[in-house]
């Protein structure tokens, strides 16, 4: 099972206490898949991307994802993965805003 991480108390998050994936999300999700030989891949989609890693935009996660998807199948899965998950997020957190709820 992953132990997904959850923002501390009084953190600020999304809808449902959700955080918005981001590049450490995505740099984890390829830990998960390739272990030791992650930083090797991180640093070749960063390079690719044009990117340092410590960009917090939701636009560098979408070069990256779709780095990703343009890679080995692997990688390529990985990124539709966080695809769906940004995906998702943003649907959450429109509806909470169009009925109004802080929850």
Not at 53 to 76: C, F, H, Q, Y
């Amino acid at each position: 099972m992953i132990d997904l991480p959850h923002p501390p108390p009084g953190a600020t998050s999304g809808p449902y206490g959700l955080p918005r994936p981001d590049l450490d999300e995505a740099h984890q999700a390829l830990a998960e898949i390739y272990a030791e030989i992650t930083d090797r891949i991180w640093t070749q989609l960063l390079r690719e991307t044009r990117l340092t890693g410590n960009e917090t935009d939701p636009e560098a996660l979408d070069r990256v994802i779709d780095a990703m998807k343009s890679s080995d199948p692997i990688t390529a899965l990985c990124g539709r993965s966080l695809e769906i998950r940004v995906a998702a997020f943003d649907a959450i957190a429109t509806d909470r805003e169009l009925i109004g709820s802080t929850a």
